[in-house]
């Protein structure tokens, strides 16, 4: 049982390129976001998906595009990367009407130079 | 728009003494409460939820936390400390679940647990 699954684990970019983020995971969850942590601000969310088909904005979606074709993918992708993107990014899921906690990947450590 | 307040950046303790990591929200209707725990270079790991019921909610590692809906808290405590217990701790809260609009957890900006031998 693999949880959540984020590649890459760390990542350097420089500014303008492009780059997606893969979040995977195997439970059924319907419920899937992405989070970005930075020191003394905890986790601010960026996106999420309550299933297939259907994404919305978090509080900080600004740089940043979703997708979600199939209940087990949820990618982020960074359309024209800038230093204010250095972060660690972490996707978690949950069944969408239980509260049982999220499960988080391990984490992308991007920096952006 | 929900809130969770985490007032101490840093929290020292002894081994062996009780702790308390404090927690306070806001969020409108009913609140589901949850504690995560952070070790270096790793995700977050959930350790307790409220949802409903008992005030007193026991979780993992010999962790609980006490919901106290007049003071708008939710610390986080355990009886005796263990140097293991070192790490980075959050607070998140979420309202009810409304089928649309703003969602997901709004996490605090974490206390970091310090437990000296």
């Known amino acids: 049982n693999a949880g959540v699954t984020q590649t890459p684990k760390f990542q350097v970019l420089k500014t303008g390129q492009s780059m997606t983020l893969q979040c995977a995971q195997d439970?059924?969850?319907?419920?899937m976001s992405w989070y970005r942590q930075d020191p003394g601000m905890g986790l601010r969310l960026i996106h999420y998906?309550?299933?297939?088909?259907?994404?919305d904005q978090g509080e900080v979606p600004n740089g940043y595009n979703v997708s979600r074709s199939t209940t087990e993918d949820f990618p982020l992708r960074l359309l024209s990367a800038a230093p204010s993107q250095t972060s660690v990014y972490f996707c978690a899921s949950s069944y969408r009407d239980d509260y049982y906690g999220y499960t988080f990947g391990s984490g992308t450590r991007l920096t952006v130079v | 728009a929900q809130s969770v307040a985490q007032p101490e950046d840093q929290v020292n303790v002894a081994e062996g003494n009780p702790l308390t990591v404090k927690c306070t929200y806001s969020v409108s209707g009913n609140p589901y409460l949850f504690w995560y725990v952070q070790y270096p270079n790793r995700g977050l790991q959930f350790l307790l939820k409220?949802?409903?019921?008992?005030?007193l909610v026991k979780g993992s590692y010999g962790f609980e936390a006490e919901f106290n809906k007049s003071q708008t808290s939710f610390h986080l405590k355990k009886p005796s400390a263990l140097v293991s217990d070192s790490a980075l701790y959050f607070c998140a809260v979420r309202g009810p679940y409304s089928g649309g609009g703003a969602d997901g957890l709004t996490f605090g900006k974490g206390t970091h647990l310090i437990i000296q031998p």
């Open positions: 998906s309550v299933g297939a088909g259907i994404t």
């Open positions: 439970m059924n969850h319907e419920y």
């Open positions: 409220y949802i409903t019921g008992d005030n």
